[in-house]
């Protein structure tokens, strides 16, 4: 996987998101316009609470003997109930969730705002789009923690199926960990993931889930949160972020999280960072398969002739200084660039 | 990045022009996850492999533009060659006379994934067959439904008590309710396919007449509509729709449908004659809907000396070449990371493509799994494994399908999802009534093959899953090139014959003998006479069950004579004696004999299947 922006954490970039919360049949009236600032706790949308489908009287025929269509031919007279997730119940609005300006209003009453934020890219995820004060999971102590409801807890380890349903019942709207076992994941989900990250239209494929989005920063099993990412995101603790964990192979979405920088760390001189994905020497790297998945450190030597790995393949390959000094020979198609 | 000295896609410099000596050509194959370039050149007269590099693709974010990836795979061939071919992030053509660039380059691209085409109208299960024949060979999914209309007076309400079989004639109409339950299901189904295009079928001469017809055109409208609402990146661009339906209708469904789709007429769909102005349509939509809009397509038209091709069409081009020019019959196997392609050419002319677009060993090898099932993937695989632990493979091989397998573990789940790939493809011909014929000569390529570690492990793919029988030969495309050299044969035909001669099949594993009939278990199946140039004689008992290969070198020949038991055929009825008018080849692994009898059915027992699976790899030095 090559990440959406380059890199899996980046400090600072402009973007430009798209903000709807999804929810199937969903519909929306924006509550701004193109060329104005938000913040990120100011609403932005008002969520229709019904949609009626039109009768199909009006639309043009073939000319022809006359065809007595059915009655509610086309979709029928049923009403379709919002199916959004806990960012807001239908006729409710729907906060920014970034600062910056608004750029362009989609068809569907989304809003378009561009903002100066740090992105955090995972490797997998599910639910819809949801904006939360960012909240560090600071003990495995349920019972005693205090989770405010709304908000996005960063849990810097693997989770587990019962901590996902407390999670689902504390109140709130996402998480972001660094890994999980697939049995729980789609134990929570309740759905095949296999089938999930193939679809075509993931508003579709979202609708059932459960009301709690999710972004694994590293994907299955119980690997870490690498010291970078829990480094980037305990400092932004109690900023608002937006959190998108739709991840689908067939049309490259994957999980992200973005913070908008606060107005003092956006100075004048202020340069978003240019993810440079080659791979280089010096460039940090992330193993992303194999004996040491997950590991991370930097490209000390890439080797100009292919190199033969355990399995019998031949692949050109790099000799990576790992976190803890110790170094290994990979194949070149195992890294991702990270930094 | 500099720009160009010319606008992209307006008028080329001379410069970019065809010229008329060819010296050198860079083919370029953009599949769905590696980038792979070759370059030919003349070596003593002859075209011939100079250099080849390899690259991720770069279609998707963050790069989102496809030449980044070709120009990453060319600067591979600028550093073992010395030369450059690349100036500005554009390619150097002509070849200048310190041998910088080159004369001609050509894309073959099979990235962008295949065209999803609706199947609209009166599709009857007849025409529903049609329209898949029509894309057999083509990069493109057929989502067959059939108008509520249609469906209604083919099937007979359970209301009406009459459980026969379509009688339209005495079918009671579906109720309203019924009717308009239809309607949503169909447009829940549009929902999920994402339609590109659409093919309307039907001649309006059944009970519901010209009715499906229209109702085609409401859904379309009413799809168009509902993206409009939704604002989906679709939603304002017209849908491509080939009619192939009842020709005096094809102006009122262009009246009807108006401004939301552009109607492409074709031929009415009828029978297999029409086959070719329906699958040229597609073809062409494939061009114009998935290729065109690959990012970074417009800077990679001003590179060409060619229109790009389908890697698909290359492929056939070079099969049908082989079977015609060998007076052989081929089979093809492609096995990519979103595509599987098996395509049978044979020496009369006669022609199956089967390009299957949802099934791959990359991003699309979940879909293997989905369709196959945990125990036909786990059967191939000589140790035990989880459910859970196939499944984690396959998400992560779909979140990062560029990954090399470097642990045996991991490889060996590659193959076998290799062969349920090739197995998926085979089943798919069947369906269209191909009906494999015995062939002479089976080539493999694709990644899968170009990177095995080992030969045989190539060789135990294709006999697994093929499961050729008689005589036959395998031949490896280490170097990925016979996808790329249809394509090249377009511009440069000689250097297409040259370098398939002297680089492309040159993998030779070796001649096949595969018994097949009533093998009697625990005996000897057939014994296999060799008799080498120097005179040294061979003879070799081969039990049932067992795989024995008898050493004969690439580059060597020998005399072949077989005496199956009795009940045992190897081409001339059971029992009969074979012996070769001609000498056979030799191969990279030699005489292979595969009498595990057909069709191979693995012991039931898993400590059993597994050591089998172990001693058959050993043999053929997998």
């Not at chain 1, 086309?74 to 910056?100: E, I, W």
């Given at each position: 996987?090559?990440?959406?922006?380059?890199?899996?954490?980046?400090?600072?970039?402009?973007?430009?998101?798209?903000?709807?919360?999804?929810?199937?049949?969903?519909?929306?009236?924006?509550?701004?316009?193109?060329?104005?600032?938000?913040?990120?706790?100011?609403?932005?949308?008002?969520?229709?609470?019904?949609?009626?489908?039109?009768?199909?009287?009006?639309?043009?025929?073939?000319?022809?003997?006359?065809?007595?269509?059915?009655?509610?031919?086309?979709?029928?007279?049923?009403?379709?109930?919002?199916?959004?997730?806990?960012?807001?119940?239908?006729?409710?609005?729907?906060?920014?969730?970034?600062?910056?300006?608004?750029?362009?209003?989609?068809?569907?009453?989304?809003?378009?705002?561009?903002?100066?934020?740090?992105?955090?890219?995972?490797?997998?995820?599910?639910?819809?789009?949801?904006?939360?004060?960012?909240?560090?999971?600071?003990?495995?102590?349920?019972?005693?923690?205090?989770?405010?409801?709304?908000?996005?807890?960063?849990?810097?380890?693997?989770?587990?199926?019962?901590?996902?349903?407390?999670?689902?019942?504390?109140?709130?709207?996402?998480?972001?960990?660094?890994?999980?076992?697939?049995?729980?994941?789609?134990?929570?989900?309740?759905?095949?993931?296999?089938?999930?990250?193939?679809?075509?239209?993931?508003?579709?494929?979202?609708?059932?889930?459960?009301?709690?989005?999710?972004?694994?920063?590293?994907?299955?099993?119980?690997?870490?949160?690498?010291?970078?990412?829990?480094?980037?995101?305990?400092?932004?603790?109690?900023?608002?972020?937006?959190?998108?964990?739709?991840?689908?192979?067939?049309?490259?979405?994957?999980?992200?999280?973005?913070?908008?920088?606060?107005?003092?760390?956006?100075?004048?001189?202020?340069?978003?960072?240019?993810?440079?994905?080659?791979?280089?020497?010096?460039?940090?790297?992330?193993?992303?398969?194999?004996?040491?998945?997950?590991?991370?450190?930097?490209?000390?030597?890439?080797?100009?002739?292919?190199?033969?790995?355990?399995?019998?393949?031949?692949?050109?390959?790099?000799?990576?200084?790992?976190?803890?000094?110790?170094?290994?020979?990979?194949?070149?198609?195992?890294?991702?660039?990270?930094? | 990045?500099?720009?160009?000295?010319?606008?992209?896609?307006?008028?080329?410099?001379?410069?970019?022009?065809?010229?008329?000596?060819?010296?050198?050509?860079?083919?370029?194959?953009?599949?769905?996850?590696?980038?792979?370039?070759?370059?030919?050149?003349?070596?003593?007269?002859?075209?011939?492999?100079?250099?080849?590099?390899?690259?991720?693709?770069?279609?998707?974010?963050?790069?989102?533009?496809?030449?980044?990836?070709?120009?990453?795979?060319?600067?591979?061939?600028?550093?073992?060659?010395?030369?450059?071919?690349?100036?500005?992030?554009?390619?150097?053509?002509?070849?200048?006379?310190?041998?910088?660039?080159?004369?001609?380059?050509?894309?073959?691209?099979?990235?962008?994934?295949?065209?999803?085409?609706?199947?609209?109208?009166?599709?009857?299960?007849?025409?529903?067959?049609?329209?898949?024949?029509?894309?057999?060979?083509?990069?493109?999914?057929?989502?067959?439904?059939?108008?509520?209309?249609?469906?209604?007076?083919?099937?007979?309400?359970?209301?009406?008590?009459?459980?026969?079989?379509?009688?339209?004639?005495?079918?009671?109409?579906?109720?309203?309710?019924?009717?308009?339950?239809?309607?949503?299901?169909?447009?829940?189904?549009?929902?999920?396919?994402?339609?590109?295009?659409?093919?309307?079928?039907?001649?309006?001469?059944?009970?519901?007449?010209?009715?499906?017809?229209?109702?085609?055109?409401?859904?379309?409208?009413?799809?168009?509509?509902?993206?409009?609402?939704?604002?989906?990146?679709?939603?304002?661009?017209?849908?491509?729709?080939?009619?192939?339906?009842?020709?005096?209708?094809?102006?009122?469904?262009?009246?009807?449908?108006?401004?939301?789709?552009?109607?492409?007429?074709?031929?009415?769909?009828?029978?297999?004659?029409?086959?070719?102005?329906?699958?040229?349509?597609?073809?062409?939509?494939?061009?114009?809907?998935?290729?065109?809009?690959?990012?970074?397509?417009?800077?990679?038209?001003?590179?060409?000396s060619s229109t790009p091709v389908a890697t698909a069409t290359s492929l056939s081009s070079l099969v049908r070449f082989l079977a015609q020019h060998y007076a052989m019959n081929v089979t093809a196997v492609?096995?990519?990371?979103?595509?599987?392609?098996?395509?049978?050419?044979?020496?009369?002319?006669?022609?199956?493509?089967?390009?299957?677009?949802?099934?791959?060993?990359?991003?699309?090898?979940?879909?293997?799994?989905?369709?196959?099932?945990?125990?036909?993937?786990?059967?191939?695989?000589?140790?035990?494994?989880?459910?859970?632990?196939?499944?984690?493979?396959?998400?992560?091989?779909?979140?990062?399908?560029?990954?090399?397998?470097?642990?045996?573990?991991?490889?060996?789940?590659?193959?076998?999802?290799?062969?349920?790939?090739?197995?998926?493809?085979?089943?798919?011909?069947?369906?269209?009534?191909?009906?494999?014929?015995?062939?002479?000569?089976?080539?493999?390529?694709?990644?899968?093959?170009?990177?095995?570690?080992?030969?045989?492990q190539a060789a135990l793919i294709l006999l697994d899953s093929l499961q050729p029988k008689g005589v036959t030969s395998l031949v490896l495309d280490r170097t990925m090139l016979v996808s790329q050299l249809g394509a090249v044969a377009t511009v440069a035909p000689v250097a297409a014959v040259q370098v398939n001669?002297?680089?492309?099949?040159?993998?030779?594993?070796?001649?096949?003998?595969?018994?097949?009939?009533?093998?009697?278990?625990?005996?000897?199946?057939?014994?296999?006479?060799?008799?080498?140039?120097?005179?040294?004689?061979?003879?070799?008992?081969?039990?049932?069950?067992?795989?024995?290969?008898?050493?004969?070198?690439?580059?060597?020949?020998?005399?072949?004579?077989?005496?199956?038991?009795?009940?045992?055929?190897?081409?001339?009825?059971?029992?009969?004696?074979?012996?070769?008018?001609?000498?056979?080849?030799?191969?990279?692994?030699?005489?292979?004999?595969?009498?595990?009898?057909?069709?191979?059915?693995?012991?039931?027992?898993?400590?059993?299947?597994?050591?089998?699976?172990?001693?058959?790899?050993?043999?053929?030095?997998?």
């Open positions: 996987m090559t990440y959406l922006l380059g890199w899996s954490v980046i400090p600072q970039i402009v973007v430009r998101r798209e903000r709807w919360p999804g929810g199937y049949k969903t519909r929306g009236t924006p509550l701004v316009y193109p060329g104005q600032e938000v913040q990120s706790d100011q609403p932005v949308i008002r969520l229709y609470k019904t949609e009626k489908v039109e009768a199909l009287d009006t639309t043009p025929r073939l000319v022809l003997p006359s065809v007595s269509m059915p009655a509610g031919a086309g979709g029928g007279n049923r009403d379709y109930g919002y199916a959004g997730n806990g960012n807001g119940l239908a006729g409710d609005t729907v906060p920014a969730g970034l600062v910056g300006r608004v750029v362009d209003i989609t068809g569907r009453g989304g809003v378009v705002i561009e903002s100066r934020v740090a992105a955090v890219e995972g490797t997998l995820g599910a639910g819809n789009q949801v904006a939360g004060v960012l909240t560090m999971w600071r003990s495995h102590a349920v019972a005693t923690a205090v989770i405010p409801p709304g908000a996005i807890l960063v849990v810097p380890g693997p989770l587990n199926f019962t901590m996902l349903r407390q999670a689902l019942s504390s109140g709130i709207v996402g998480i972001v960990a660094s890994s999980i076992s697939l049995r729980d994941l789609e134990g929570f989900l309740q759905t095949d993931l296999i089938s999930l990250l193939n679809s075509e239209d993931m508003e579709l494929a979202q609708a059932h889930l459960p009301p709690l989005t999710l972004l694994f920063t590293e994907g299955l099993g119980t690997i870490a949160m690498p010291a970078r990412t829990v480094n980037l995101l305990s400092r932004y603790q109690g900023s608002v972020a937006l959190l998108a964990g739709a991840t689908s192979v067939r049309q490259g979405l994957f999980p992200e999280l973005l913070i908008s920088l606060p107005l003092k760390e956006v100075q004048r001189d202020w340069q978003p960072v240019q993810p440079e994905t080659a791979l280089e020497v010096d460039a940090s790297v992330r193993i992303c398969s194999g004996e040491h998945e997950g590991a991370i450190g930097e490209i000390e030597y890439l080797f100009s002739h292919e190199q033969v790995f355990a399995s019998g393949i031949h692949a050109r390959a790099a000799r990576i200084r790992l976190e803890d000094g110790s170094r290994v020979v990979v194949p070149l198609t195992l890294l991702e660039r990270i930094g | 990045m500099q720009t160009l000295s010319h606008v992209e896609g307006g008028p080329k410099p001379a410069s970019s022009q065809k010229p008329t000596v060819i010296n050198s050509i860079l083919v370029a194959d953009c599949g769905t996850v590696f980038t792979k370039v070759s370059l030919f050149g003349l070596v003593e007269g002859q075209f011939r492999l100079m250099a080849r590099g390899e690259a991720p693709t770069t279609a998707a974010p963050p790069q989102g533009d496809i030449t980044k990836g070709i120009v990453q795979a060319i600067e591979n061939i600028e550093f073992v060659t010395g030369r450059r071919f690349i100036s500005q992030g554009h390619i150097i053509t002509p070849e200048e006379a310190d041998g910088d660039g080159v004369d001609i380059f050509i894309t073959t691209i099979s990235a962008g994934g295949p065209i999803r085409l609706m199947v609209l109208g009166a599709v009857s299960p007849a025409l529903e067959e049609l329209a898949d024949q029509a894309v057999s060979g083509l990069y493109a999914e057929t989502h067959p439904l059939a108008a509520p209309s249609y469906a209604a007076h083919s099937q007979p309400s359970a209301s009406s008590g009459n459980t026969a079989a379509p009688q339209a004639a005495n079918a009671s109409p579906w109720t309203p309710e019924r009717t308009a339950l239809e309607w949503e299901r169909q447009l829940e189904r549009i929902r999920e396919i994402q339609p590109q295009a659409a093919l309307i079928v039907g001649l309006a001469d059944g009970p519901a007449g010209p009715h499906p017809l229209q109702e085609a055109c409401q859904l379309l409208l009413n799809m168009t509509k509902e993206r409009a609402e939704k604002g989906v990146p679709q939603a304002g661009k017209r849908i491509s729709v080939v009619y192939a339906g009842a020709p005096q209708y094809v102006e009122a469904v262009r009246h009807m449908l108006g401004n939301a789709a552009e109607v492409i007429r074709v031929e009415p769909l009828i029978s297999q004659a029409q086959l070719g102005s329906t699958s040229t349509a597609i073809n062409n939509l494939y061009n114009a809907e998935v290729i065109q809009r690959i990012p970074g397509y417009n800077t990679l038209q001003s590179w060409f492609d096995v990519g990371g979103a595509t599987t392609t098996v395509m049978f050419a044979g020496e009369q002319g006669e022609f199956m493509p089967v390009v299957h677009s949802g099934v791959g060993v990359g991003p699309n090898v979940g879909e293997i799994l989905q369709q196959v099932g945990f125990q036909r993937i786990a059967r191939w695989l000589p140790f035990d494994i989880t459910e859970e632990e196939l499944r984690e493979y396959v998400l992560n091989c779909m979140l990062h399908p560029h990954v090399t397998p470097a642990q045996m573990r991991e490889l060996q789940i590659a193959q076998a999802f290799a062969r349920e790939a090739i197995s998926v493809a085979l089943e798919e011909g069947r369906r269209h009534k191909f009906a494999w014929p015995d062939t002479d000569l089976i080539l493999a390529t694709g990644g899968i093959f170009a990177h095995t570690a080992r030969n045989g001669e002297n680089d492309a099949v040159t993998h030779r594993l070796g001649t096949c003998v595969i018994p097949f009939g009533n093998l009697p278990s625990g005996q000897v199946a057939l014994r296999v006479g060799i008799e080498y140039h120097n005179g040294r004689q061979l003879s070799v008992d081969v039990m049932s069950g067992s795989i024995e290969v008898i050493p004969l070198r690439l580059n060597e020949q020998a005399l072949l004579t077989l005496y199956p038991a009795p009940t045992v055929d190897v081409g001339l009825g059971p029992g009969e004696r074979a012996r070769a008018a001609e000498e056979i080849d030799g191969g990279l692994i030699g005489l292979i004999i595969d009498a595990r009898g057909r069709p191979l059915v693995l012991p039931e027992e898993r400590r059993e299947r597994q050591a089998r699976l172990l001693q058959w790899m050993q043999v053929l030095g997998g």
